[in-house]
Antibody
């Protein structure tokens, strides 16, 4: 059974750094693109970027490029989302999600439970 | 970026109703369109991929159609558990893929 389990809720101050994680199981981690989706409070879904753990190729949404870093660790079958300097506008729910198949056009078929990030002074 | 516009933004319906939600792309996207359902406090769930393919485990009352710029999600007979927010997503261009703004389906 494919499972994605995300790290717990975080509270940080503006300017602080943060790295959240998504640990996967039940499939060959290196073989599927996996990505991150943001949902700000009361808002819709925003595709942030995806990574292919097999060769670490990353595709960022230009809106998020330079603002976050996506990475993967094959040894731990985990993907990470990292900020070096948080802003209040980074507050929201962050989901990791794996594509339903090798074909990334067919959408995210498996999701983590979400990590709530709150940035407030 | 390709813009995805859903209509209506919200919808009230009754158990047993047939419901349709429309998604329009700002340019042609072939059939690279997926539909998700999201319930409050939960992660989205994939319902339909590539416009008309039912994701494994999703009830057959859900169906999708369309190609080019106009797409429809249909729920043939609403059940209590279907009241949620629905999103379309285009995957014709990556990066980024883009989602519609969502359609909130409420009980009448």
């Amino acid at each position: 059974e494919v499972q994605l389990v995300q790290s717990g809720a975080e509270v940080r101050k503006p300017g602080e750094s943060l790295k959240i994680s998504c640990k996967t199981s039940g499939y060959s981690f290196s073989d599927y693109w996996i990505g991150w989706v943001r949902q700000m409070p009361g808002r819709g879904l925003e595709w942030m970027g995806i990574i292919y753990p097999g060769d670490s190729e990353i595709r960022y949404n230009p809106s998020f490029q330079g603002q976050v870093t996506i990475s993967a660790d094959g040894f731990n079958s985990s993907t990470y989302l990292q900020w070096s300097s948080l802003k209040a506008s980074d507050s929201g729910m962050y989901y990791c999600a794996r594509h339903r198949s090798y074909d990334i056009l067919t959408g995210f078929g498996f999701w983590g439970q979400g990590t709530l990030v709150t940035v407030s002074s | 970026d390709i813009q995805m516009t859903q209509s209506p933004s919200s919808l009230s319906a009754s158990i047993g109703d047939r419901v349709t939600i429309t998604c329009r792309a700002s340019q042609r996207i072939s059939t690279h369109l997926n539909w998700y359902q999201q319930k409050p406090g939960k992660a989205p769930k994939l319902l339909i991929y590539t416009a008309s393919n039912l994701q494994s485990g999703v009830p057959s009352r859900f169906s999708g159609s369309g190609s080019g710029t106009d797409f429809i999600l249909t729920i043939s007979s609403l059940q209590l558990e279907d009241f949620a927010t629905y999103y379309c997503q285009q995957t014709y261009t990556t990066p980024p893929t883009t989602f519609g703004q969502g359609t909130r389906l409420e009980i009448k």
